[in-house]
């Protein structure tokens, strides 16, 4: 059980949800989606 807790504090911070993570996670993936479509309209 203490060696899951410390493994879940590496994943991230102790003070941040699993929400917080989800939305980080959106985040990137909206900023790749992005910047793909930025990229792909500029080779056009």
């Known amino acids: 059980m203490n060696g899951q807790m410390q493994y879940n504090r590496g994943l991230n911070e102790p003070h941040l949800p699993r ?21 792909s309209s500029l080779m056009k």
């Open 19 to 39: 929400s917080a993570l989800a939305v980080r996670v959106t985040a990137v993936m909206l900023l790749c989606f992005l910047g793909w479509r930025g990229i």
